[in-house]
């Protein structure tokens, strides 16, 4: 990051700016490609914070709406951004800057434009995914006509691949930080000059708000300090290479991009990308297929066929409810629909009423082998069955498809706050 090649030979690249070494930094490269590059950095870290406040706010409040709209307009400009940037890409005749071998350019050059492809995709992907689940999509004042009808499968499908490119890009960009840990050592050549312009900005500004996103899975307060480790490891690492090349004269090499490096890197790129697909399932127990959806239970047994066991009135949530609710809960909400309407399914069936009822037997849902089995023994959902759900759902039914986005719940204090949570948010309401 911080090394400054010293008396860099300047080939007459495309780049005016020779106050600041761009041209040395980036020989060959467009001034629009290096414009767009950077825009792309900040539009993307400035959404890929969005989205992590997105999916941590309550869907029960007004702001989760507002922040949806700006997850809509930033993407757009990402798409937009991703377009300029490719279309410079496809004319730009970039060289290695001095120093820099041929094959770990090539590699670079791999990380980024797989990145900027999955730029372009991710958006169309999520206009699919928005109106699959029935979501106007609004741009500011514009609301987009909706192309699809809402449908489940596709839903699924979308959305896991919507979710699985921001997992690539995870990986991506690690591999891009530590790509540049080994170049900027061996050739002094960083997350600046080892990637075409702007890449390592957007793998270090993406990477930092995934740690932040890591570290706040249930309440804010470590994400500072986790990014503080991070950006503190960066800059050690930016200091040895600095200190290591100092005085030392760039070292000429072979600047030839040969085919094979670049089919190697290519391969590679996409081997990282199959990697993150993998993302969505690790994390939230999703598959882009939906099981086939139950039309109705076996055994006379219906939603809602069991009268309502919750007392009328419940007290309100005390201090302690309020934190487990910000803390945990919001991730109950994030993957539950709690309202009536039985066939508004997310990746979990919709909850509401569901105290006192059988397990698995929310119509319209595909629930998993080991839920069938459940409903099939009369598994009935109480304070108890439920406590012991949550505190470990591989457990207490192994084989089933849920798993508690941030953790299971030890806690039987924690349990009880939930239940109690549970009861409020889908107690029946006539
Ligand atoms: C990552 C998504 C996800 C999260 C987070 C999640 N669930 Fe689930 N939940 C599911 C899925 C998927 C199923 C269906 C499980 C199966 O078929 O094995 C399910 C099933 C259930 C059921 C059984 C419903 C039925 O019809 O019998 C209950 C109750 C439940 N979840 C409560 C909770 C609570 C309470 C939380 C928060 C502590 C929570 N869930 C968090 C995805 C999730």
Same mark, same amino acid.
């Given at each position: 990051m911080a090394e400054k090649p010293r008396a860099p030979p300047r080939p007459s690249g495309a780049l005016p700016y020779s106050p600041l070494m761009l041209s040395a930094l980036w020989p060959g490269y467009s001034r629009t490609g290096l414009l767009a590059g950077w825009l792309l950095a900040l539009l993307y870290v400035t959404h890929a914070g969005l989205t992590a406040t997105l999916a941590r706010t309550d869907r029960a409040l007004p702001l989760r709406e507002e922040l949806r709209g700006w997850h809509y307009v930033v993407g757009t400009l990402l798409f937009a951004t991703a377009l300029v940037r490719l279309l410079a890409w496809l004319r730009e005749r970039p060289r290695p800057p001095a120093g820099l071998p041929a094959s770990a350019f090539a590699w670079g050059r791999a990380l #980024? =434009?797989?990145a900027l492809l999955l730029m372009l995709f991710a958006p169309l992907l999520g206009l699919l995914y928005a109106w699959a689940d029935g979501l106007a999509v609004r741009l500011g004042p514009v609301t987009?006509?909706?192309l699809v009808e809402r449908d489940r499968a596709l839903w699924q499908a979308t959305g896991y691949f919507h979710s699985g490119l921001g997992f690539m890009l995870v990986v991506l960009n690690l591999a891009t930080l530590l790509t540049a840990a080994c170049t900027s050592l061996r050739f002094r050549h960083g997350l600046l000059s080892a990637f075409p312009p702007g890449h390592g900005a957007f793998a270090f500004l993406g990477f930092s708000s995934t740690v932040h #996103?890591? #570290?706040t899975f249930r309440s804010p307060e470590p994400g500072p300090v986790a990014v503080a480790v991070f950006w503190a490891l960066v800059a050690a690492w930016a200091l040895a290479a600095w200190v290591l090349h100092r005085n030392r004269a760039p070292v000429p090499r072979? @600047? $030839?991009v040969s085919p094979v490096a670049r089919a190697v890197s290519a391969l590679g790129a996409v081997l990282l990308l199959g990697l993150g697909a993998l993302g969505p399932y690790g994390m939230f127990r999703v598959t882009p297929f939906? #099981?086939?959806a139950d039309v109705a239970a076996e055994g006379g047994v219906e939603w809602h066929s069991r009268p309502a066991v919750i007392p009328a009135a419940l007290p309100p949530p005390d201090a302690f409810e309020r934190q487990v609710e910000a803390e945990t809960f919001k991730w109950? @909400? =994030?993957?539950?629909?709690?309202?009536p309407g039985g066939d508004q399914h997310k990746v979990g069936p919709n909850l509401y009423? $569901?105290?006192?009822?059988r397990a698995g037997t929310v119509p319209g849902f595909g629930y998993s082998e080991a839920m069938r089995a459940a409903r099939a023994r009369g598994l009935v959902w109480t304070d108890e069955t439920l406590a012991a759900y949550i505190a470990d759902p591989q457990g207490f039914l192994p084989g089933t498809s849920m798993i508690v986005s941030s953790g299971p719940i030890p806690d039987p204090k924690v349990q009880e706050a939930v239940v109690n949570l549970l009861k409020r948010a889908t107690a029946p309401r006539d």
């Open positions: #980024a =434009f797989v987009l006509p909706a #996103a890591f #570290a072979s @600047r $030839i939906a #099981a086939p109950c @909400r =994030f993957c539950h629909n709690m309202q009423n $569901i105290l006192g009822q």
